[in-house]
């Protein structure tokens, strides 16, 4: 997610942010048509050309996007109306990442964070941190009989459906693993959140089980899926069948998009790439040299917040809000892991840029 020193740099607008969570009808009206804009009509273009077709990729005005889909505060609102979150991942060799993706949204704004993760993860996770809510209830196949999978699974996928209808968006993958009977349960889980439409932000492992069974996801349009530079290789193989082809990476990921029936696609790299199929947004405001591990969680989770915000009425019924998260979720984090290396450099870790995100939107959308 790195990018030169000379791309744009995450500059102030003079846009005024005289709207409330619960806006006025010209509120409305205004952050409506400076999102249209915002989308559309970035700060430059480049078209790449294959040979049937012609796909342009704009810069996102993601400056803009932060400030259209960022609610003020409001004394009036209660507990969890500023988003409700839900991880879905960490076992027992993966604990950090499912931290990382949970605490950064609450870091930007969300109201409640929740972790799904197995028993032997639960403990040290919750030992990072009294914030979060986390529900020991995954299970890993070295834990359940044979003869009690079938039981253990259906348990497993109750007791997080429970819980399912009052969350804003859900992060599958960060610190999920592989295990196999754990992934089972995870599709089960994919599949009841998109039964009762709530948005899905894929990242790591939740990745290797997507590009394995692709109808988990498959024309669902609240999925987003944030593949690095590995994975999206593995998923442009198995949907293409080619190989990634950098000289036409606009129109190959608005392909990749398309073929899987409309889900948005964050591939990330030196400038981030943003597509639902239709259009191709960039995100190429400078990040931070230091490349510590953890970084994409951040990511996943900021991506998971703004799309919940995105989804608000105050919003451009017309924009796609996974879309609109995608580029919010990729300018915050460029911007926080800007700020960490100021201070840090080299020593930079993922803790530093998490601490910077709270800051980095304040210096955006300011909170009074």
């Not at 032997?120 to 299970?139: F, G, Q, T």
């Not at 988990?216 to 198995?238: D, I, M, S, W």
């Not at 990476?249 to 889900?263: C, D, F, R, W, Y």
Request: include cysteine; hydrophobic fraction near 40%.
């Amino acid at each position: 997610m790195l990018v030169n020193h000379g791309m744009n740099q995450l500059t102030s607008l003079s846009i005024a942010r005289s709207y409330s969570f619960a806006p006025s009808t010209a509120a409305v009206l205004r952050r409506q048509s400076f999102l249209i804009r915002a989308l559309g009509g970035g700060s430059h273009s480049k078209f790449h050309s294959t040979a049937g077709s012609t796909m342009q990729e704009t810069e996102a005005d993601a400056v803009s996007i932060l400030r259209g889909i960022t609610p003020t505060l409001d004394p009036n609102r209660h507990k969890g109306q500023a988003g409700k979150i839900a991880v879905i991942g960490g076992c027992r060799e993966y604990t950090g990442a499912p931290y990382f993706a949970a605490i950064s949204a609450l870091k930007i704004g969300a109201d409640l964070s929740h972790v799904f993760c197995t028993k032997d993860a639960a403990p040290v996770i919750k030992s990072y941190s009294p914030e979060l809510i986390v529900h020991p209830v995954l299970e890993e196949s070295y834990s359940v009989r044979e003869e009690e999978r079938k039981q253990v699974s259906a348990k497993v996928v109750a007791e997080v459906d429970k819980w399912m209808e009052r969350f804003d968006c859900l992060v599958v993958g960060p610190g999920l693993g592989r295990d196999p009977f754990l992934l089972d349960c995870v599709s089960e889980i994919i599949k009841q959140g998109r039964h009762s439409n709530v948005p899905i932000v894929v990242d790591g492992d939740g990745l290797f089980l997507v590009t394995n069974s692709l109808d988990l996801v498959h024309g669902y349009p609240l999925a987003v899926l944030t593949p690095n530079v590995n994975e999206y290789k593995r998923l442009v193989q198995k949907v293409l069948k080619c190989e990634v082809d950098d000289a036409d990476a606009p129109g190959q990921l608005a392909s990749l998009a398309k073929q899987i029936g409309g889900v948005t696609i964050l591939r990330k790299g030196r400038s981030d790439l943003i597509s639902d199929g239709d259009i191709v947004n960039s995100v190429s405001i400078y990040g931070s040299p230091r490349r510590c591990g953890g970084q994409g969680d951040i990511l996943s989770g900021s991506v998971a917040v703004f799309l919940s915000w995105a989804r608000q009425p105050f919003v451009a019924a017309d924009r796609n809000p996974t879309v609109l998260g995608c580029i919010a979720g990729s300018a915050l984090l460029r911007k926080a892991a800007s700020l960490a290396f100021e201070t840090r450099k080299r020593s930079t870790l993922t803790t530093d840029i998490i601490e910077c995100l709270g800051r980095s939107l304040e210096d955006i959308c300011p909170a009074c």
